[in-house]
């Protein structure tokens, strides 16, 4: 069965150094996002993106955040320069547009 | 903003015995969604019901939907120890694009 896949498994950076969390959602899906879950607390909606453009974002996702789909299969989240409470398990999710959002296994930022 | 809330926060129970857990959410929704994840893991996606939907099945997994109160319930009939994860619930708003809002979630131990 297809799944969304996402690579780093766990990145650990330094305070103010740019990372890049890479996702290859499912093939046939048209509709990609990226959520975040701090440790302990909700999953909170980060960015969706639908014809390689923000469809909608939250007031977290500032302009520390971007995304891009640089080809037909990756989409990634960059963080500019991070920050301490940026440490997260970061999910990236598909839907065809039937709602349906498939869930990656994520990647845990550790952030020191 | 609207918000997915479960209730209970944690349910213990046996193996054998079935699992109720709630869902309330404050806005009107297209949809609404339950998830299970596993400790640090991903989520994993359970099922769909839709605004105009009241019951929904996938194997051992009965949702209901009552619009009404703006509430759900995930049932998990005959429990088994690998059911052993948090659950959420996960909503759209009606109007909005199809980002999810989700609940705290509820965790179930089945031992």
């Known amino acids: 069965e297809p799944e969304v896949t996402q690579t780093p498994s766990h990145q650990v950076t330094q305070m103010g150094q740019e990372v890049i969390l890479r996702c290859v959602p499912i093939s046939n899906h048209l509709y990609f996002y990226w959520y975040r879950q701090i440790l302990g607390q909700k999953v909170e909606f980060l960015v969706s993106f639908y014809n390689n453009e923000i469809s909608e974002k939250s007031e977290i996702f500032d302009d520390q955040f971007s995304v891009e789909r640089p080809d037909g299969s990756n989409f990634t989240l960059k963080i500019r320069s991070t920050k301490l409470e940026d440490s997260a398990m970061y999910f990236c999710a598909s839907d065809r547009q039937d709602y349906e959002q498939y869930f990656g296994p994520g990647t845990r930022l550790t952030v020191t | 903003s609207q918000q997915g809330e479960e209730d209970p926060q944690a349910l213990s129970i046996q193996e054998g015995e079935n699992a109720t857990m709630n869902c309330s959410y404050k806005t009107s929704i297209n949809n609404l969604q339950w998830y299970r994840q596993n400790s640090g893991r991903g989520l994993v996606h359970l099922i769909l019901i839709r605004s105009n939907e009241r019951e929904k099945h996938s194997g051992r997994l009965r949702v209901t939907l009552d619009t009404s109160k703006k509430s759900s319930s995930l049932l998990i009939t005959a429990s088994r120890a690998a059911d052993t994860a948090s659950y959420f619930c996960?909503?759209?708003?009606?109007?909005?694009?199809?980002?999810?809002?989700f609940g705290k979630g509820t965790m179930l131990l089945v031992s």
């Open positions: 996960a909503t759209d708003y009606l109007g909005g694009y199809s980002t999810l809002t």
